[in-house]
């Protein structure tokens, strides 16, 4: 295909957009899948606290949507990820991390 061709991006209206509040990436020999999760509470009375005190007492992980991925797309995307970050913290300064937690098994899939 010729780089020469314009390209027109169009976004329908009925195009969901959300916020991923944790995403899990697992791979196999085919390919990569990212896993994009919202997060909400269970809650429930906690009458010790207070007759109408409602605490979590679960958190639920909603899959919102799977990318799969072939390993060169992934390294394509990780690149651009990249530079996009190394161009956002030129701007606008070091993004700090929270401390991570390290896993406790070998599997190979792991939450962000």
């Known amino acids: 295909m010729s780089r020469n061709i314009p390209m027109k991006v169009e976004r329908k209206a009925d195009v969901p957009s959300f916020y991923a509040e ?3 990436m697992v791979h196999s020999v085919a390919g990569f899948k990212m896993i994009i999760f919202k997060d909400k509470a269970e809650y429930k009375n906690e009458p010790s606290v207070g007759p109408d005190v409602l605490m979590p007492r679960s958190i639920i992980k909603e ?3 799977e990318v799969n991925f072939s390993p060169q797309q992934l390294k394509i ?9 190394k161009a956002f913290e030129s701007r606008f300064g070091e993004i700090s ?13 792991s939450f962000v």
């Open 63 to 65: 899959i919102i949507t």
């Open 22 to 24: 944790s995403i899990q």
């Open 77 to 85: 995307l990780a690149k651009i990820i990249a530079e996009q970050l």
């Open 97 to 109: 991390l929270p401390e991570q937690i390290k896993k406790q098994d070998n599997t190979t899939a």
